[in-house]
């Protein structure tokens, strides 16, 4: 988890409400993403970017938002249209932009639940 | 499509024996393969992985995890396990030829190991 920070921990949404998860990292990393894991099913590619001011939709982007202004950071919005939103968000960051042979480093995770 | 299949969802192992933790892929071209593992309500920590070379590669914590082209199979191994090694393993792989999201990890299911005193 070290250089990857993730606030904040645990997070309760109400329902109709948009919530921005923080991500952090101090590792001079260019690439970063974002992954939804829920029981039994493994990690879910959201949102990746390869650079500062690009990104890309993951496999399930619909009702999440993203923005890449800084190198070092990488929020992600979950936004009132996502409608099964409860689930531990990961964020995760690599040294180069798309390298076959790139290890991906994971932050902490945020535990997002609907009210 | 890339993929990832993890069969079995929970090992149990006794403490001292060896441990395997399987896992089969399909991908576009060579594959780039790696293993994780989460511990409750904490992020993936990164164990190993394979790129190219000798098909048994060795990583964090003791383990090491055996690659089989012919099988399509990247199982993770360690000869004595440990009740501290009791955590969620994730197999990934991303494909040579693969493009898009696609060209990002993807990942298996997970198999939860418990190792018991």
């Known amino acids: 988890d070290g250089g990857i920070t993730q606030s904040p921990k645990y997070l309760f949404r109400k329902e109709g409400q948009n919530v921005t998860l923080s991500c952090e990292q101090n590792?001079?990393?260019?690439?970063m993403y974002w992954y939804r894991q829920d029981p039994g099913q493994g990690l879910r590619l959201i949102y990746y970017?390869?650079?500062?001011?690009?990104?890309q939709k993951g496999d399930i982007a619909e009702g999440y938002s993203v923005s890449r202004e800084k190198k070092e950071s990488f929020p992600l919005t979950v936004t009132s249209a996502q409608k099964n939103p409860t689930a531990f968000y990961l964020c995760?960051?690599?040294?180069?932009?798309?390298?076959?042979?790139?290890?991906?480093?994971f932050g902490p995770g945020t535990r997002l639940t609907v009210l | 499509a890339q993929s990832v299949a993890q069969p079995e969802d929970q090992v149990n192992v006794a403490e001292g024996n060896p441990l395997t933790v399987k896992c089969t892929y399909s991908?576009?071209?060579?594959?780039?393969l790696f293993w994780y593992v989460q511990y409750p309500n904490r992020g993936l920590q990164f164990l190993l992985k394979?790129?190219?070379?000798?098909?048994l590669v060795k990583g964090s914590y003791g383990f090491e995890a055996e690659f089989n082209k012919s099988q399509t199979s990247f199982h993770l191994k360690k000869p004595s396990a440990l009740v501290s090694d009791s955590a969620l393993y994730f197999c990934?792989?991303?494909?040579?030829?693969?493009?898009?999201?696609?060209?990002?990890?993807?990942f298996g299911s997970g198999t939860q190991l418990t190792v018991l005193p």
């Open positions: 995760a960051s690599s040294t180069a932009s798309g390298g076959l042979s790139d290890t991906q480093y």
């Open positions: 590792l001079n990393h260019d690439a």
């Open positions: 970017s390869q650079i500062v001011n690009d990104f």
């Open positions: 991908v576009s071209g060579n594959p780039y």
């Open positions: 394979y790129i190219t070379g000798d098909n």
């Open positions: 990934a792989v991303r494909g040579q030829y693969s493009s898009g999201s696609a060209r990002q990890l993807t």
